[in-house]
């Protein structure tokens, strides 16, 4: 699976779009984006994924560059619950390969008041 | 109810006992994983399970066993538990796009 580089950590004005980057120069044609996050210490929490086009849903958007070496997740209106770590993961998706995560540092975002 | 349901959530044991944790989950999915998680870290694998009869190791898998009981049980046991494996650990169900956590077992070995 690619490798992802992420910014260690952000902060993020309650109310306004925070904007994540993510970095996977080396994603191959096959690869998806995931983006999970984990509030505290509680369990990672799945946000979004995509392939090659950009994606929404209730929680983010997913915007993936067309050369699909760097991705942004966007959270429209981030309140205080949204303050987590973020993780962006890069890996194939076939069923023999079941759903193997491989988290690195993530980005801490802080949502400030 | 939670997805994913661990037990215990925090646990204080000695170097040398065994321990065992265990994680039950009502998503219907055949797969299961262990994960691991240091201070300041992200999560590591253990070990996963695609099916009752399927077991493979992780990352991370020495020091370490599991039993997959049934589609929904999948146990983590530390047969000689050592300080080192002081850590939260996570269980996790997926499905082919998204996987389901469980809150965490606090593991202390003192």
């Known amino acids: 699976d690619a490798k992802t580089t992420q910014p260690p950590s952000m902060d993020c004005a309650e109310g306004r779009a925070a904007n994540l980057p993510c970095n996977h120069s080396t994603i191959s044609g096959n690869e998806y984006v995931y983006w999970y996050r984990q509030i505290h210490s509680q369990g990672p929490q799945y946000i979004i994924h995509?392939?090659?086009n950009n994606e929404t849903n209730e929680m983010a958007s997913l915007i993936i560059t067309e050369d699909r070496k760097s991705s942004t997740l966007i959270l429209p209106h981030a309140t205080l619950r949204d303050t987590a770590v973020y993780y962006c993961?890069?890996?194939?998706?076939?069923?023999?390969?079941?759903?193997?995560?491989?988290f690195g540092g993530g980005t801490r975002v802080l949502v400030k008041p | 109810d939670a997805d994913v349901t661990q037990t215990p959530r925090n646990r204080i044991t000695k170097t040398g006992k065994r321990i065992m944790l265990e994680c039950s989950q009502t998503k219907g999915h055949d797969r299961m994983y262990w994960y691991r998680q240091d201070p300041g870290l992200g999560l590591r694998l253990i070990y996963y399970s695609f099916d009752v009869k399927d077991i493979n190791k992780g990352e991370i898998s020495d020091g370490y066993s599991v039993s997959r009981q049934a589609q929904a049980k999948f146990s983590l046991s530390l047969e000689s538990a050592i300080p080192n494996q002081t850590a939260l650990y996570f269980c996790?169900?997926?499905?082919?796009?998204?996987?389901?956590f469980g809150q965490g077992t606090r593991l202390t070995v003192v």
């Open positions: 995509g392939l090659k």
């Open positions: 993961i890069v890996r194939v998706v076939f069923k023999a390969a079941g759903n193997k995560l491989t």
């Open positions: 996790a169900t997926s499905d082919l796009h998204e996987a389901f």
